[in-house]
């Protein structure tokens, strides 16, 4: 498969953590691609692309712009911003895959990040500090969804270990914690919108695991929803293959004649359907990216059947 096809397998067979991935660096690669001939030819855009999409701490602002407190999270300012963002939501997000399953990581950065938004918002608006500030600031990044999902991690594994270049294995509660210090004690040091939506991301994601671990899930309403969009859904087979048990006993030449003419099981449909469950279980329990070469290419022939 070249490498579009490996992306859109990666996409629809993959796990919901690659899927965000896969979102974020498909935006940030369209809006500069749209950015780069206006830089090219030294012309002004016509229309801000990244500040249509912003979320903006005055309320006047975001009054035109209410989509921000969702879109922004899928923003990143340049090559670094998206990098750092991405290595961490994968390193994390790996976590919370295995301790909690797929279908929960997209509530956690989705929520995660509306709810930095918020705090973003609300300390903008309320500390003095930020006065002068409030009417021309605006925050993108992923951030606060990844510091989300990063507290999620710590929370429901805190004795999980990452190695660190020169530090080796680090316990990642030690880790989130040293990222939530560097947060506070940055807010005065420039980025203060940035650094007060992770704070508020880190506090949503040690939230929801606290709650999910005394039994209320704050992910159901995206259930719900994900019912009637299916993007963040399993895949399911287009193959289904029904057919029933053959009688071999009978008790006339008649009904011998009627069943030995009754066309049996297709084999090959019986073993190309057992082919894809084994590939699919396969899937579910360790992602896209741990099939073979050949098992990929297999899904992508068995796509394009009616």
């Known amino acids: 498969m070249n490498i579009w096809e490996d992306i859109k397998w990666q996409y629809t067979y993959g796990s919901n953590l ?9 935006v940030f690669i369209i809006v500069n691609l749209i950015s780069l001939p206006f830089v090219l030819f030294s012309k002004t855009a016509p229309f801000d692309l990244v500040g249509i999409f912003s979320l903006y701490a005055s309320p006047h602002n975001f009054m035109y712009h209410p989509w921000g407190i969702f879109t922004y999270m899928f923003l990143h300012e340049g090559f670094w911003h998206i990098l750092w963002n991405m290595l961490g939501l ?31 918002m ?3 608006n309320l500390f003095p500090a930020f006065s002068n500030a409030v009417y021309t600031s605006s925050c993108i990044g992923a951030s606060a969804s990844v510091m989300a999902i990063a507290f999620a991690a710590a929370t429901i594994a805190p004795e999980y270990e990452l190695r660190l ?10 880790i989130a914690f040293a990222y939530l210090i ?3 004690i940055n807010i005065q040091h420039g980025n203060a919108g940035g650094h007060i939506a992770h704070i508020g991301g880190a506090f949503f994601g040690f939230m929801y695991i606290r709650l999910l671990q005394n039994g209320t899930d704050l992910a159901r309403p995206f ?16 193959l289904k293959v029904t057919y029933k048990k053959q009688e071999y006993a009978y008790s006339s030449a ?32 360790s992602s896209y990216d741990s099939l073979t070469k050949e098992e990929k290419e297999f899904l992508f022939k068995i796509s394009q059947e009616d």
């Open 18 to 26: 690659i899927r965000l991935i896969l979102i974020n660096i498909g």
């Open 90 to 120: 994968y390193w994390f997000g790996q976590i919370v895959l295995d301790m909690i399953g797929k279908p929960k990581i997209v509530p956690i950065y989705l929520y995660g990040g509306m709810f930095g938004g918020l705090v973003y």
């Open 122 to 124: 609300l300390a903008y």
């Open 165 to 174: 270049l020169f530090f080796g294995n680090v316990k990642i509660k030690w």
């Open 182 to 184: 560097l947060d506070f």
């Open 223 to 238: 259930y719900v929803v994900a019912d009637y969009f299916s993007t963040f859904s399993e895949k399911k087979s287009k």
């Open 254 to 285: 008649q009904t011998k004649q009627q069943t030995n003419t009754q066309a049996p099981p297709n084999k090959e449909l019986v073993n190309k359907q057992e082919k894809l469950d084994a590939i699919l279980d396969k899937i579910n329990r």
